[in-house]
């Protein structure tokens, strides 16, 4: 039976010509689901219940941009945070190398002291270097003589620039060892 009124009002609109199709439905298939330019009933022209959906979806966009902008501003400031962390880290770590090996510097300037000039007490090394600019190591030299052995003890203390610095590193070493 369905099928039969479907196919009877098919007939019926054949027999309209072509500009009415058109201004009855929007297009010349009679099944078509898209909306007709007559006015509908209320007045307002389409179909009454997508207007209401579009009406309700007004602003949804603008909420979606400004999500985005959030989003995108949050994962925007923890990337500068971490380059920042990061930036800090290596540079600490540059001016400790630097300290650690100003000490290694003065242990070995104290070894050659203590074995071939037999030298004590505490000597300050200032390196001018370029990349050893502000380091300079303290070496203390201290001498034992225990069975007629000579034993030593040397003292390294490593510094890249001031205690009051950002940027300042101390790494101390201790050596023992004997003639």
Do not use: C
Not at 65 to 80: D, H, K, R, S, W
Not at 95 to 112: D, E, H, I, P
Not at 148 to 169: C, F, K, M, P, V
């Amino acid at each position: 039976m369905f099928i039969m009124s479907l196919n009877q009002q098919h007939h019926s609109l054949n027999s309209l010509s072509s500009r009415e199709k058109v201004g009855m439905r929007g297009s010349s298939n009679p099944l078509s689901l898209t909306p007709s330019p007559q006015p509908s009933p209320s007045g307002r022209g389409g179909l009454v219940f997508i207007d209401k959906i579009a009406n309700n979806q007004k602003g949804i966009t603008l909420i979606g941009a400004l999500f985005i902008i959030v989003v995108m501003a949050l994962l925007g400031t923890g990337l500068l945070q971490l380059t920042t962390t990061s930036q800090q880290s290596i540079g600490q770590e540059l001016t400790s190398v630097k300290a650690y090996f100003a000490a290694q510097s003065a242990l070995q300037w104290g070894m050659y002291q203590a074995t071939f000039a037999a030298a004590t007490g505490t000597h300050t090394i200032s390196f001018n270097q370029q990349g050893l600019i502000n380091t300079r190591a303290i070496t203390t030299l201290s001498a034992n003589n225990l069975g007629g052995l000579t034993y030593y003890q040397i003292n390294a203390d490593g510094r890249y620039g001031g205690s009051g610095d950002r940027e300042y590193s101390r790494r101390q070493l201790l050596l023992h060892y004997r003639l």
